[in-house]
T-cell receptor
Framework: SQKIEQNSEALNIQEGKTATLTCNYT??????LQWYRQDPGRGPVFLLL?????KEKRKERLKVTFDTTLKQSLFHITASQPADSATYLC????????????FGSGTRLQVQP | GAVVSQHPSRVICKSGTSVKIECRSL??????MFWYRQFPKKSLMLMAT?????????EQGVEKDKFLINHASLTLSTLTVTSAHPEDSSFYIC???????????FGPGTRLTVT
């Protein structure tokens, strides 16, 4: 079965720096890879989706890359702010028919002021 | 746009009773809804997928007779935890997806505590 690894349980950075989070998977590449943000005690919030045949996607201060050769996605937050502190989840959509997502365990980002 | 509500946000019930959780898409039609369970500091575990008007598809290891899912309309799905036990205590989250879309919009979650 597909295994998803997000690089570290926690990441601490200084405000203004770029945060880079990693998502690695083990088996065949998903049709779509997605990133979500989750705050404590809340449901996840959709951020970005990238297709198997896309290399990069951007949205405001967010950038996602997808390398199917390395089986890896990188999620970047530029000019990070304390309000970006949250857990970020990587999710793979393997079956476009079922549309069910498989989530990684997440990386907790803490942006220090 | 793409707002999903969940009710109740918290519920405490006694062992052996049943609890119903509602999930509503407020501003879009959700052809597919998903139910997840999340343990502290763990990721989301998919329990089942439901399509409007059809029976839910349960993930391996999830008891369909214990976790009853109904998706009667394009804006409402319910999860009923029957004969709840303390080990059913968890954070339950629903999500919804529009036809042809692959991103999911999540509800705020329901914290269930079974005493």
């Amino acid at each position: 079965s597909q295994k998803i690894e997000q690089n570290s349980e926690a990441l601490n950075i200084q405000e203004g720096k770029t945060a880079t989070l990693t998502c690695n998977y083990t088996n065949y590449s998903p049709a779509y890879l997605q990133w979500y943000r989750q705050d404590p005690g809340r449901g996840p919030v959709f951020l970005l989706l990238i297709r198997e045949n896309e290399k990069e996607k951007r949205k405001e201060r967010l950038k996602v890359t997808f390398d199917t050769t390395l089986k890896q996605s990188l999620f970047h937050i530029t000019a990070s702010q304390p309000a970006d502190s949250a857990t970020y989840l990587c999710a793979l959509l393997m079956d476009t028919g079922r549309r069910a997502l498989t989530f990684g365990s997440g990386t907790r980002l803490q942006v220090q002021p | 746009g793409a707002v999903v509500s969940q009710h109740p946000s918290r519920v405490i019930c006694k062992s052996g009773t049943s609890v119903k959780i509602e999930c509503r898409s407020l501003d879009f039609q959700a052809t597919t809804m998903f139910w997840y369970r999340q343990f502290p500091k763990k990721s989301l575990m998919l329990m089942a997928t439901s399509n409007e008007g059809s029976k839910a598809t349960y993930e391996q290891g999830v008891e369909k007779d214990k976790f009853l899912i109904n998706h009667a309309s394009l804006t409402l799905s319910t999860l009923t935890v029957t004969s709840a036990h303390p080990e059913d205590s968890s954070f339950y989250i629903c999500s919804a997806s529009e036809a042809g879309a692959y991103e999911q919009y999540f509800g705020p979650g329901t914290r269930l505590t079974v005493t």
